[in-house]
């Protein structure tokens, strides 16, 4: 047992043509096993929905009459709210996370009736470069409200139904019970128009912790989970996180205190819910396939994959990129190491996935007997491979830690895609440690993995662990949205629930630790181990997919 937690120790101080005869998951075993510090639960939750939109910019059919696919657009899109803020709402309750499961929204009983728009909209914060990724109705309204505003007491609609999905609870030992009762629950009368509630003229500057830096934006919002403009001077206010509450009190960075109920007001621009609550069953736990990844006779293969975390970022120079490579894999303590990460001797200068990656590779080098190693940096993207042996179980593995763009839409993609999409497929083990970038970044269709899998199939490993720490993966990263991947006997998931925000990867190294434990000790470290000692988001889920 003591051998056991040193290894643990050690890692946490700082990871018929050939085309038709790929073969494709088909019928698959789920199998899940939940992990908080804490308290989880499984639930199905019900609630009665009421939105109301602007009759003027809601998108219309060509007779003129409302479009009734936009109703089922916002009431999905308003449902978000709940899972999303869930823990900043009710953190003082002993709230962690709540995570929805995609495509378990259910609604009935939809409808719409004649209403009046409750409050002024005069501008819409979000440019046209963010208004773009949502779906093309919602992205029609916003167009129509930016066109030409909205009034108070113009004409509207009240779009309502009934809406039931399937969530996931992470509470705290504070927390003193799992019914709706215990906790706050809070949709927007308007789920795209509600950050504007609050005028630009009572923004306040507010500092992101992530990034260390401060932006002047709706002080209502949870800064940890919303992107910064590309030109670093507000926040994108209405993107896809909907950390938000409506009765925050807070402190700006210049001193001066705010009540968002000064603004925002239940009945008038925001709703508090009455939700009903009801188990869902438990499904079997699952466990990693680490017997057979240590009974490989061939050296293992790893990538762990890291997203910039700006929009804008400075270019990789391979100047003093490639010698902070160097000297973090030989670097003999923390104080040693912070000498060389660029946040301590040069804050905000580099970004922080370049920090990231460069502590990746001062816990491998503490971990690890190198026996080969190949940099290759470009100003888009650097890659790193390893090649050797772990220390404690001599297990010979090849890790490639690679760090690019990625953000799909950006003209800089390619060069991730190009080095990530073959890794996917063919890693024994895949860890990616970024943005979720709406669920774009990995898609395979982004990737291109369905055009080159007749040339990767055959190099797929029979079993598979692929990590993704990122913001609510298993929401925009369920295993469903990757038909792409070529059949073999065993790929098991590890998600984030909750918003991850981890700059040590500790996600990523809990599962190269785990493996090396495994091979020393014979057993699996506990999965609430993982929870306790690497995740610092404190909720992760594992899923188990068989063919």
Partial sequence: MKKCFLLLLVFSLVACDKKSAVQLPSEVVKQEN?????????????????????????????????????????????????????????EKAGARFMSMYPDSVDLQEVKSEEAIYPYDVTTISMKEDRI??????????????IAA????????????????????FCLSGAATGLDSGQFEFNVPVDPQTIYEVVPKSDWLPIKNPISGDTITTNPCINPEGVKISSDHTEMYNGDFYYFWDPNLK???ADGKNFDCSKWYK??????????????????????????????????LEMAIVIGFQRDAYKKLSNDWLAQAIEQSLIAKSSNDHQKILPMFQRPKEEDLSVDKMLIILWRLGMNMEIEHKEIHIESELARVELRGKLKASKKSMTINIILGNSKSTSSNYE???????????????????????????????????????????????QHQVIGLFSCQSLFNYHPDKFPQLPAISNRSWVHTLGD????????????????????????????????????????????????
């Fill in 250 to 252: 807070g402190q700006s």
């Fill in 34 to 90: 939940l992990s908080c510090i804490g308290r989880v639960k499984d639930v199905e939750i019900e609630y009665d929905a009421n939105y109301i939109v602007s009759k003027n910019a809601l998108p219309k059919n060509a007779d003129g009459s409302p479009n009734q696919d936009y109703f089922l657009n916002i009431l999905y899109y308003g449902t978000m709210y709940l899972p999303f803020s869930f823990g900043f709402v009710n």
């Fill in 149 to 168: 505003g909205v009034k108070k007491g113009e004409p509207a609609l009240k779009v309502s139904g009934k809406v039931k999905f399937r969530a996931l």
């Fill in 132 to 145: 773009k990724f949502y779906p093309p109705l919602m992205a029609q309204y916003y167009r129509g409200v």
């Fill in 266 to 299: 239940d009945g008038e621009n925001y709703t508090k819910l009455k939700t009903r609550i009801f188990d869902y069953r438990s499904e079997t736990k699952a466990s990693l396939p680490f017997k057979e990844l240590a009974s490989k006779g061939s050296p």
């Fill in 500 to 547: 991850y925000k981890d700059l040590g990867a500790n996600g990523s190294i809990a599962i190269l630790a785990s493996l090396e434990h495994f091979i020393v000790n014979g057993r699996e470290v506990p999965f609430n181990r993982w929870a306790k000692d690497f995740a610092n988001d404190n909720f992760m889920m594992l899923t188990t997919q068989k063919n």
């Fill in 415 to 461: 060069p991730f895609k190009r080095e990530v999409g073959k890794r996917l497929v063919t890693s024994d083990i895949f860890v990616y440690d970024g943005h979720s970038g709406f669920g774009q970044s990995l898609d395979p269709k982004n990737l291109g993995i369905e055009e080159s899998l007749s040339a990767l199939a055959d190099k797929a490993p």
